[in-house]
């Protein structure tokens, strides 16, 4: 439309295309707002008032490792009971391109971690083979599976902030 008005092209191309309705437009705008500080304390507070203490820990341990990371769900998904060193505050996963990360621990980081730990065998006595390694099991004592994560962080964020997130937008 702009090259058409200012005579640049001859036809005007713009003129078959719908323009995005207003309230798509806020939509789309208030589904890629930033998460905040203020609402990951919301997305937490919401883990917090899980019924299940054992699934709670580790939400809550998975969220606040994400948030303090950055680190990618694959990443996280793939750790291992051994991916960390509490004594030495770090934190080691093999990310995309088989790189090794490390991240610093911080207080937050090791407490979530050691919670989880505490309850964790209520998980790991169902686990077989190689998911006995893995850092964050599933009910089943599988993996948590990249999908399982997901739909975690979804139904917490539409709890907590009113809006749903994905695993990468924290």
């Known amino acids: 439309s702009f090259l058409y008005n200012r005579h640049y092209i001859a036809e005007n191309y713009m003129e078959d295309i719908e323009r995005p309705k207003n309230n798509d437009l806020d939509r789309i705008i208030e589904e890629n707002k930033p998460v905040t500080v203020k609402d990951f304390k919301k ?4 883990v917090d008032d899980c019924n299940n203490p ?11 490792i994400l948030m303090n990371t950055g680190m990618r769900k694959s ?11 509490i004594e030495k505050k770090q934190l080691f996963v093999i990310d995309k391109g088989d790189r ?3 991240y610093p621990l911080n207080e937050k980081m090791i407490e979530a971690l ?5 309850v964790r065998d209520v998980f790991l006595e169902k686990a077989k083979g190689n998911n006995r390694e893995a850092l964050f099991l599933s009910r089943i004592g599988g993996r948590v ?11 917490y964020s539409l709890d907590g902030m009113k809006r749903k997130i994905s695993p990468h937008k924290i």
């Not at 997305?43 to 919401?46: A, N």
Request: proline fraction near 2%; charge should be positive; charged fraction near 25%.
């Open 43 to 46: 997305l937490l507070k919401s």
């Open 54 to 64: 054992v699934l709670k820990k580790r939400n809550k341990a998975m969220f606040i």
């Open 75 to 85: 990443a996280l998904l793939n750790m291992n009971i051994d991916s960390f060193n």
């Open 100 to 102: 090794l990360q490390k």
């Open 114 to 118: 050691n919670d989880w730990l505490e």
């Open 145 to 155: 599976a990249p999908r399982t994560l997901s739909d975690i962080v979804e139904t």
